[in-house]
């Protein structure tokens, strides 16, 4: 029977691309932290900021491209026969443009907006102007469909399975600072999981791993595809 897989990946996988990382050096944005950006209780104190903060981010994805970590991934994706599962942090859209269909945003996505009233979503190429309605309920309730500190992240019944059925989880260019996400190798490896790390550096939960290549994702995926 052929392996199943999940796949974690973090804002490393991007920085080749031209993303800049939360937590290296240019992690701030005109000097906040993300951690003081990304809250509901920012979004509802100035909701101009964090409209801001995400229009600016959206924006700069016309300005990118996939790099050879995500296209690697998405020749995987292809090719793979068994279960597999790309459960990524980004909110970029680089993994589906270079070609991932099994793919899932537990963070959320730039380039949608979703209505805090009903909690409808639509797709979001441009700013919304503020004041915007939403076409299901009507509420002007629009926000960033992104997933904030203290809130749920996306999907995680379908990770927890995903992981609970297992036999590889890896780990690509991810910090490890963010949880639930940086609890998944303990998740893999308590269901049985072997565990392997690609990262610049070792991660928070470096020692967690069975295994840990250091490089940058542009070299180390289509290796550790190949
Ligand atoms: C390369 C490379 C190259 C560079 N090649 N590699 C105390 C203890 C434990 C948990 C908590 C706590 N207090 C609060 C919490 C929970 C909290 C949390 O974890 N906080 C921590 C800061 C401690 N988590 C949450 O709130 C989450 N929700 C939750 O837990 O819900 C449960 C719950 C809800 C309600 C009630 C009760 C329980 C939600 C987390 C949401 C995260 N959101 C963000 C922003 C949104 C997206 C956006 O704006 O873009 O998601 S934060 C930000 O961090 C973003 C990322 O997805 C996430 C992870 O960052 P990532 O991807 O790891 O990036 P970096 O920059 O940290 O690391 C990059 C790595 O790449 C580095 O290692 C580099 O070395 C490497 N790299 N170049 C390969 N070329
Ligand atoms: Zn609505």
Not at 30 to 53: I, K, M, N, S, Y
Not at 137 to 161: H, N, S, T
């Amino acid at each position: 029977m052929t392996a199943s897989l999940v796949i974690l990946t973090g804002a490393g996988v991007s920085a080749e691309s031209g993303i800049a990382t939360f937590r290296g050096p240019g992690g701030l944005w005109e000097g906040h932290r993300v951690e003081d950006v990304c809250t509901p209780e920012a979004l509802a104190a100035d909701p101009l900021l964090v409209h801001r903060f995400y229009d600016a981010r959206r924006a700069a994805l016309a300005a990118v491209e996939p790099n050879a970590a995500h296209r690697a991934l998405a020749a995987l994706d292809a090719a793979w026969p068994g279960e597999l599962l790309i459960v990524t942090q980004n909110v970029d859209d680089l993994h589906e443009r270079a070609g991932t269909r099994r793919l899932l945003h537990m963070h959320g996505e730039l380039q949608s907006a979703l209505c805090a009233a009903c909690g409808a979503r639509r797709p979001r190429s441009e700013a919304l102007p503020p004041g915007t309605r939403c076409e299901t309920c009507g509420a002007a309730a629009l926000r960033p469909d992104i997933v904030f500190f203290g809130e749920m992240p996306y999907q995680m019944a379908r990770i927890e399975a995903a992981l609970a059925r297992a036999d590889l989880f890896v780990s690509i260019g991810t910090s490890g600072a963010v949880y639930p996400a940086a609890g998944f190798v303990q998740l893999a490896d308590a269901y049985g999981a072997d565990t392997i790390e690609l990262n610049l550096e070792r991660s928070a939960g470096s020692a967690l791993f069975a295994e840990t290549r250091l490089g940058p994702a542009g070299t180390l995926v289509p290796a550790w595809v190949a």
